[in-house]
């Protein structure tokens, strides 16, 4: 079955950086996007990037040119840079799959920016 994992969280000073992971495993990672979301505490979740199958890559304009979304195939997993970290950047960070309609999210993990 599909299953994401998230991992790389984290306490970190304000202008820091974290490399978060996504491991995909029950299907083929190459074939498919992948998005990062976040959700502060009291807030909606939102969009963070994407990475598309060509490794196509978008992101939020309140993380574009700090962050950046890549892609090992060969190693399942998925990747989200995250420099320059700030305060506001505190969340939980969840990878997320849209298969055939339907939406796969992994437990999360948390990123902590503060000094």
């Known amino acids: 079955q599909v299953q994401l994992v998230e991992s790389g969280g984290g306490l970190v000073q304000p202008g820091g950086s974290l490399r978060l992971s996504c491991v995909a495993s029950?299907?083929?990672?190459?074939?498919?996007?992948i998005g990062w979301f976040r959700q502060a505490p009291g807030k909606e979740r939102e969009a963070v990037s994407c990475?598309?199958?060509?490794?196509?890559?978008a992101y939020a304009d309140t993380v574009k040119a700090r962050f950046t979304i890549s892609r090992d195939n060969a190693k399942n997993t998925v990747y989200l840079q995250m420099n320059s970290l700030k305060p506001e950047d505190t969340a939980t960070y969840y990878c997320?799959?849209?298969?055939?309609?339907?939406?796969?999210w992994g437990q999360g993990t948390q990123v902590t920016v503060s000094s």
């Open positions: 997320s799959l849209r298969q055939r309609g339907i939406d796969y």
């Open positions: 029950g299907f083929t990672l190459a074939y498919w996007s």
């Open positions: 990475i598309s199958k060509s490794d196509g890559a």
